[in-house]
């Protein structure tokens, strides 16, 4: 290969698999910092040698075993200072097989290993998410944070106390005994829900989807349903494929935004939809289901319509009212006011809006202004309309997300 294509390829293999080298470094080193020295310097490797040995059969476990390497290395240079980490770099060397750390089934299984390490109880919930999506999935420390409605150095402290936590506590690496699992179960699930989120809608940025993100959450979606199928499970993994199934449709050739209303659903995924829907009915089937498999049946319902216009309102109204039970949250009241403007008219989801506008909680959320806009946009409150997108655009960070806003003010406005 010429030396631009293989500098290509590590990006490529950069982009895909650097989430699951790292995990695997982080078992083999037991620890995060040293672990993400040793990922930059095996890819950096990688960019020197691959031009001139060739792409190895099985690029992942090449760096795994090449990261590991360095790591034990750096160790022992670091030795001149500090006699103890000789002794670390010895027991790395001779307590590993060699063999273990190149099989690639031990690296696929490292991040799930690593999701319950990160969620383990002793860190505190939001310390178990931010430091999941930054270390299993990659996500920047800045969208993170914005995600979470604080500064990135806070979430980096945040970050860093959660690894200190992990090494002094000795938090082990390793997925919990089939008794312990219940309970880190929701921990897990949360951070799973938030990753495909992101994928599915990127908080900012050019695209609207960010592919690997959604992809990998169904990946580990599938691995906690093999690991534990539990009804939440099931419910999460249905979740995201019915709506990973309407992905291509979501934007146009021209990476616009496409409304649900008027996406091709010809050109929506049915074998995705199908599955999706039979985990659905197995979660219900337990009468043990909660929010995550109450959202995969509103999915469900809008899957199985076939145009917009025949979509069964009522009974999406009628299991939004079940996850309001269930979960009391604002974002739920808002989707459920959407779906009641479907079935009662946009008159009546416009005062559910502004009742929890009023309330203040969604005050900062541009989807409730977006959604305020368009309510006020059908019954012809033009002056009203225009003030909630422009509210929208200025709190809209995503581009498609913008661009849209801004077309519709410019038809509303002269």
Not at 58 to 84: E, N, Y
Not at 136 to 147: H, K, M, Q, S, Y
Not at 316 to 328: A, M, T
Not at 378 to 387: D, K, V, Y
Request: net charge negative; aromatic share 6%; hydrophobic share 45%.
């Amino acid at each position: 290969m010429p030396a631009d294509e293989i500098r290509r390829m590590v990006e490529s293999v950069y982009r895909a698999d650097s989430r699951r080298v790292l995990a695997t470094l982080i078992r083999l080193l037991g620890d995060f910092d040293l672990a993400e020295e040793a990922l930059h310097e095996a890819f950096a490797t990688a960019l020197l040698r691959w031009p001139e040995t060739g792409v190895p059969d099985h690029p992942r476990a090449w760096l795994v075993s090449t990261g590991r390497f360095k790591a034990i290395d750096q160790l022992r240079r670091r030795a001149r200072f500090d006699a103890s980490l000789a002794r670390v770099a010895d027991q790395l060397d001779s307590a590993v097989d060699p063999a273990q750390d190149v099989r690639e089934d031990a690296v696929e299984d490292d991040r799930l290993r690593l999701i319950f390490t990160c969620c383990h109880p002793a860190l505190p919930p939001d310390a178990r998410i931010a430091l999941t999506l930054r270390e299993v999935c990659g996500l920047e420390t800045e969208a993170i944070a914005r995600a979470f409605l604080i500064s990135a150095p806070t979430l980096a402290q945040r970050i860093v106390r959660a690894k200190t936590k992990i090494r002094d506590a000795g938090i082990p690496y390793q997925i919990p005994s089939r008794a312990d699992l219940p309970e880190r179960l929701d921990g897990v699930l949360h951070v799973v829900y938030l990753v495909f989120n992101e994928g599915y809608s990127a908080t900012s940025g050019a695209s609207l989807i960010r592919r690997e993100l959604s992809g990998e959450a169904i990946r580990l979606g599938r691995l906690l349903v093999e690991l534990l199928p539990e009804p939440e499970a099931l419910g999460l993994l249905g979740l995201m494929l019915l709506h990973d199934a309407r992905r291509e449709t979501r934007s146009s050739a021209s990476a616009e935004l496409v409304l649900l209303a008027d996406q091709d659903r010809g050109r929506w995924d049915r074998a995705q939809i199908a599955e999706g829907c039979t985990l659905v009915e197995r979660a219900l089937a337990s009468r043990r289901f909660g929010p995550y498999t109450l959202q995969a049946a509103i999915a469900a319902v809008h899957a199985e319509a076939p145009d917009s216009a025949a979509t069964d309102w009522p009974q999406i109204v009628g299991l939004y009212d079940v996850l309001l039970r269930v979960e009391s949250s604002s974002v739920v009241e808002l989707n459920r006011a959407a779906a009641v403007a479907m079935r009662d008219g946009p008159a009546a989801g416009l005062a559910l809006v502004d009742g929890i506008l009023s309330r203040g909680e969604l005050a900062d959320y541009h989807l409730a202004h977006s959604a305020r806009a368009d309510l006020c946009r059908r019954l012809g409150m033009t002056s009203e309309a225009i003030a909630s997108y422009r509210r929208a655009l200025e709190l809209t960070r995503q581009e498609p997300e913008r661009r849209f806003l801004e077309r519709r003010l410019r038809e509303l406005s002269p």
